[in-house]
C-alpha cells in the first residue's frame, strides 16, 4: 500500500490575489516531501498561463490521517505565500468538532434512520 507524506496544492490567482482557486495537479500525491519538491517547478512551468498567477507548495499529510478523510485548507497572503494545512473535517484549532442533530421523532440505529 502505498502511503502519502506530501500533496501537491497548485493554486492560480488573478493579478491581484482577488480571485484564487486551486487547479488540478497532474500528480498530486507523493510518497515523500522530497519528490513532491523535485516535481514542483517542473508542474508550475507546465501550469504557467493557465490563471495570471500559479503558486505551488507542497503540504505534508499526517500519517493518522491517511485513513480518513482530510481536506485541504489554504490561504494566499498578499505577498503571494500559500498556508496550506490537511486537516480533519470540522476540526478547529487541532481540536475535533462534533456537530450532531436529530430530527423530531426519529432515531438513528447502525443501519440508519428509523421512525
Known sequence: MEHVA??????????????????????PVFETAQECADTRPFVLDDMAGRRERVFGTCVAVDPALEEEDGEIVWDISPDGRIEAS???????DGDSLVVASAEPGFEKDHVGLKR
Do not use: F, H, T
Not at 490537511?86 to 478547529?92: F, M, N, Q, T
Open 6 to 27: 506530501a500533496i501537491l496544492l497548485v493554486i492560480g490567482c488573478s493579478n491581484d490575489l482577488s480571485s484564487c482557486k486551486e487547479l488540478p495537479a497532474p500528480v
Open 86 to 92: 490537511v486537516e480533519r473535517p470540522g476540526s478547529v
